[in-house]
């Protein structure tokens, strides 16, 4: 699959995240406090919740329903009780939109 419009730069706040579902993958795109663009798996590891549902804070996204917050650079979990990642995306941003291959994920090491 290549990459796909997600949505609109301007349709994101800072802070805050919007849920898109790509190609059947759901993903929380997020834009930070300082205003970069991230893009995760919208499915928290611990149950399933849409972490776009969540809080954003500085560059992590908190599930609402347990607290566990995930690193929106590296998709892994920073608290309990989540302990497995969620997958972290390329973002491109062409013009006005947001474009993301929901097959290709960032080598996280
Ligand atoms: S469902 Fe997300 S932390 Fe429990």
Redesign the pocket.
């Known amino acids: 699959m290549s990459r796909e419009r997600a949505c609109s730069v301007a349709e994101l706040e800072p802070d805050t995240a919007k849920r898109v579902v790509l190609g059947g993958v759901p993903i929380a795109v997020v834009k930070d406090s300082a205003g970069a663009i991230h893009a995760i798996g919208d499915t928290?590891?611990?149950?399933?919740?849409s972490?776009s549902e969540?809080f954003v804070e500085d560059d992590t996204l908190e599930?609402?329903?347990?607290?566990?917050q995930f690193s929106l650079l590296s998709g892994k979990?920073l608290s309990?009780?989540?302990y497995e990642p969620v997958p972290v995306f390329v973002v491109e941003i062409d013009g006005d939109d947001v474009y993301i291959d929901p097959d290709v994920k960032k080598d996280i090491a």
């Open positions: 928290c590891t611990h149950g399933d919740i972490l969540g599930c609402w329903a347990h607290g566990s979990p309990l009780p989540a």
